[in-house]
């Protein structure tokens, strides 16, 4: 693991865009997804070098803002990062074939069974050179930043789509996606003082979160230096049917007439709307809910408290096998709602469009790590326990892109909280309410790259 104070990791710490190790913090984003004109390769260049010495935000200054903040609560300025893809390597002139295949392929080529892009928001239809990160604490600020960004870019590039994300949170500040449930609990730390914050509060005993840095560093292949690393990303804009989920969710704890209806929810997600998981309690309200993490599935046949196809049991079964999968997710929310997430709702005050999460993952290996986990959340495979028709999809993440099968989940739910015998076993159907709307493969280069990018 990383010590922060370490000076023999200064180096690494400078040359690393930041947000990959850890969560730049911020509570807005602006995304912005770029192509560049044709034959401006050279302005392009120079303007990529002269936006990553004066503004790209580094792990070392990430690492030094949290510190103050921790210290003098003095915020930190405005978040900067830029990623590229595939065809923007192409486009400056670069051998793609120095990346994983996975990545030369992009999202659009992927063989994890999504939808066909044909249908996707027009912005990601198109070839997407570069997106460039923006986030800030202010949306002022933010809102300035974007713009001047803009002004920039325009003279030699195609704005696609521009994605904003807002933080949602609870009254105890935890995160929260549009479905109301808390978010972002199980990270990978990578720094030794993360570890020990979160070894205090709950222990490692069930689960450790320890990660090496191979788990998302790679070494720049157009970098001299020994010390540059950057990391693979994806995004993946999902849109979230706020209304159908919750009224689906409501309607399955009634068909199968639980005693807690809250726990027909809990049964798809794997947690309760607090974070409480659904393998320790069958109740929410556990004490320091919205950050507990140290819990496994002790047996792998067992779905008498998790079913096999609950989304964070899905996409993390929590074996040692499995943590060479894990990636660093950065997400968050997008759209605004009228009535706000935390307050209790009717349906008809529930979004039907417009709201959901714009996904974001580093990792070392596109292939390895996400498109690994995509698949799981994709595949339809019945595990011991469920009856053999059943279609085992990821109620919340899972995307069907075939049409021969239905657009659902239908795994098993125990009725009676820790009874798994077959007349506690119930077919639990839920339509999907999230729906793919876009995304793309990127490579987040190292700064020594983007410096050096105008005299290559």
């Known amino acids: 693991m990383l010590n922060k104070n370490d000076l023999a990791n200064n180096a690494l710490f400078s040359g690393l ?18 192509r560049f004109d044709k034959n401006r390769v050279n302005r392009v260049k120079e303007w990529i070098s002269d936006f990553s010495k004066e503004k790209i935000t580094s792990c070392k200054k990430q690492l030094s803002e949290s510190e103050l903040y921790k210290r003098n609560k003095v915020s930190g300025g405005v ?13 400056l002139g670069m051998d793609v074939l120095k990346f994983e295949s996975a990545f030369q392929k992009g999202m659009k080529q992927a063989s994890i069974n999504d939808p066909d892009s044909k249908n996707w928001e027009e912005g990601f239809k198109k070839q997407i050179h570069a997106m460039i990160l923006i986030g800030d604490d202010d949306p002022k600020k933010l809102g300035n930043a974007c713009f001047e960004i803009c002004e920039e870019i325009d003279k030699f590039s195609s704005i696609l789509t521009i994605e904003h994300g807002n933080a949602i949170r609870n009254a105890h500040g935890d995160g929260l996606e549009h479905f109301g449930y808390v978010d972002g609990i199980s990270q ?14 709950h222990g490692k005993d069930k689960f450790d979160p320890s990660a090496d840095t191979e788990l998302v560093l790679v070494k720049d292949p157009f970098a001299n230096s020994l010390e540059a690393y950057g990391s693979y990303f994806v995004f993946r804009k999902l849109e979230q049917n706020v209304r159908q989920f919750k009224k689906a969710e409501n309607r399955l704890g009634k068909q199968l007439k639980l005693d807690n209806l809250e726990r027909a929810g809990a049964s798809l997600v794997g947690r309760f709307e607090d974070g409480t998981p659904v393998q ?13 993490n140290n819990f496994n599935y002790t047996d792998p046949t067992d779905n008498s408290k998790c079913p096999y196809h609950a989304h964070i049991r899905k996409t993390n079964p929590r074996t040692p096998e499995h943590k060479k999968h894990i990636m660093a997710r950065r997400g968050i929310p997008y759209g605004l709602r009228n009535v706000p997430t935390s307050i209790e709702q009717n349906y008809a005050q529930m ?7 714009l996904f974001m993952s580093f990792q070392s290996s596109i292939t390895n790590q996400f498109e690994h986990i995509q698949r799981l959340a994709n595949d339809s495979t019945t595990y011991p326990g469920d009856s053999s028709n059943s279609n085992n999809l990821d109620p919340i993440i899972g995307q069907d892109g075939t049409s021969k099968r239905p657009n659902k989940s239908i795994g098993m739910l125990p009725v009676h909280y820790e009874d798994s015998t077959a007349s506690s076993l119930k077919e639990s159907p839920f339509n999907l309410a999230v729906t793919l709307k876009g995304g793309e493969y990127f490579f987040a280069p190292s700064i020594p790259f983007l410096n050096n990018l105008k005299e290559l």
């Open 17 to 34: 865009q930041g947000n990959i190790l850890n969560g730049h913090g911020r509570d807005f984003t602006a995304n912005i997804f770029v």
């Open 79 to 91: 978040f900067f990062g830029i990623l590229l893809s595939a065809d923007g390597y192409e486009y």
């Open 188 to 201: 990978p730390l990578f720094f030794d003082d993360e570890l020990k914050n979160y070894e205090e509060k």
């Open 280 to 292: 320790v309690n069958k109740d929410d309200g556990i004490i320091g809910s919205g950050i507990f």
């Open 351 to 357: 979004p039907e469009n417009g709201v959901g999460l």
